[in-house]
């Protein structure tokens, strides 16, 4: 058994994220750079090009053999064509050079360089690539977790090395070497915000700037010699997009990263979040308007400045920052909060005063808090969950009334417990009327009462979806004539997006 299978195997063996760190720190610690490196882009399925096609070219259908989990699906598949290893040394191949070979290989030759390496593998080891290539490697380990068992290796805290792995690569992070710089026209992955779950919790720590909270794209906008590039918020290139900014950018003084959020406008209001959407995946010309709210660099890094400090340089600097308001008590913050509701903004990021601008990093520094919406919906059908989910059906359609009608507003897996949902899928089951891709379709007779964050026009469903939504409970008190109405999202959503914010 190949090193890959092994790795996997003791991952999948606890739920313990702890646990999970400590298996990849001695694993990584008795590897080579180039060994760690590959261990990781395989662990986050980062080999991209591998579509489902491709990898079925090469080793054949084992489509039919698929029930929601790809390592099984090739194991049984292999196992049927009694595979056995066939290199000739009896060797299997070593990770670096089975990763290499894919990772250079043309398009035209990703089925041949594939076909050939798991023909010298053991079936579990190209049942645990193969379902990597797939993204469907399901041993729990996510980015945070690969970064904790980085920091341990590198003897850095946790909170460092997430700044580091932002402004470097993988290859020098995987050798603990850190010649990391925030410069202009670098891109970075920027500060994030954590959720509140009170308004106490905002203020419990103290005194706090409170700016309205807009609901567009995040852009990093930097300057360096005059030259001027657009990142978002993962370090896409987006500058194409945005000619009003970069020629903006282009008259400010001095070297920068502009920090801030571009929303979109129609006839002076905010427009709601998918039409900025739009200038991405359409081109189509929506007129836009753009604010900043941070400055982690100007003609120096001022990442370790407080935000007072940093937010006086913004300011110096352009007029287009976001507003904000110094908030001294909860009653301050919740009437702030409603103003800005009132006045369309999607909530508040509070932010503390003496807090330093954390490089990638989802920090409290910075909490944010949404507005919110409920209304009562009808379960109408349900998909099959994925992983550890997929004994349930877990995904809810969400339907509400239109005259005599119900009409599906999208769908939700989001809010129940393990157990509410093991119960629910038997009740489920029991009101069938049919199999739907994915699912089945039911008798209308669930209530579950739903929280959103927001109504957007949606091409799928009839006219109106909500976003984000959430289910906070099972209504077993209510009928389904008593759920609620599509008028009632359609109040919301011509509220929401007709008031400005920023007009
Ligand atoms: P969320 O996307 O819900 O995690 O919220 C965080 C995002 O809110 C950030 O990535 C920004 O794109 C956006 N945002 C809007 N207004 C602000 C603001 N005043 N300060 C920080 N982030 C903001």
Redesign the pocket.
Known sequence: MGILSRICKELMSTNSKKEKIRILESYLSNMTPEEREVLIILLLSRIDGYTPKVVMDAIGDFSSFYHGDVYEAVMAYLSTLHYRQRSLTGESLDIVTIVNSLLTASRDNRKIALKSIVSSLEPEDAAFLISSLLGDLRVGVKEGTILEALARLCGRSYGEIKEIASLTNLRDMVRCKFSQVLEPLKPFS?M??EKALSFQEIIARGNIWA????????ILVHKKDGKVRIYS?RGRDITPQFPEIVEYASLLSGDFILDG?VIAKEKGSVAPFQSIMRRFAERRNVSIDFFF?DIPYYGRVLVQESYEKRREILESLTEKY?ERKKVRSEDELIQYFQEVIARGFEGL?CKNPHGRYRIGTRSRE?M?I?RKFEVDAVIVAAEWGHGRRRKWLSDYHLALWKDDELVEVGKTFKGLSDEEMENLTKVLLSLKIKDIPGGIAVKPKIVVEVEFEDVQLSPKYERYALRFARIKRIREDKDVEEAGKMEEIERIYKKLHSESGYS
């Open positions: 920027p994030l915000a700016e309205p909270k807009l609901d567009g794209v995040r918020r959020e709210f976001v990021v910075w944010k949404k």
